[in-house]
Nanobody, 124 residues
Framework: QVQLVESGGGLVQAGGSLRLSCAAS????????MAWFRQAPGKEREFVAA????????VYADSVKGRFTVSRDNPKKMSYLQMNSLKPEDTAIYYC?????????????????WGQGTQVTVSS
């Protein structure tokens, strides 16, 4: 059974930074794409960023491009989302997901497993 656990969320002022982490465990899959999504109150869950199984390809939502960076550490089964220049509109619950189908390009990411999420609140 796959488990994804996010951490690193919190309260930060606009312009600040946070680094989210996602730890994968119990996975029977040896390779998988990883991605981050977010859901703000009253809104649908939206894609934020994804990284291919080998870390060579990344894709970002236009709203975070240039401010967020996704990375991964395969030996540790971890993914990270470095968030800089945060804005109040970045406030949301952030979720980690994996896609073991590893279809390319990584924009074809199809989430198969989700974490519980971590709250990020950006004050103005």
């Amino acid at each position: 059974q796959v488990q994804l656990v996010e951490s690193g969320g919190g309260l930060v002022q606009a312009g600040g930074s946070l680094r989210l982490s996602c730890a994968a465990s119990g996975s029977t899959f040896t390779v998988y794409h990883m991605a981050w999504f977010r859901q703000a109150p009253g809104k649908e869950r939206e894609f934020v960023a994804a990284i291919s199984w080998n870390g060579r390809n990344t894709v970002y939502a236009d709203s975070v491009k240039g401010r967020f960076t996704v990375s991964r550490d395969n030996p540790k089964k971890m993914s990270y989302l470095q968030m800089n220049s945060l804005k109040p509109e970045d406030t949301a619950i952030y979720y980690c997901a994996i896609d073991p189908k590893i279809a390319m390009p990584v924009t074809a990411f199809s989430p198969a497993y989700w974490g519980q999420g971590t709250q990020v609140t950006v004050s103005s």
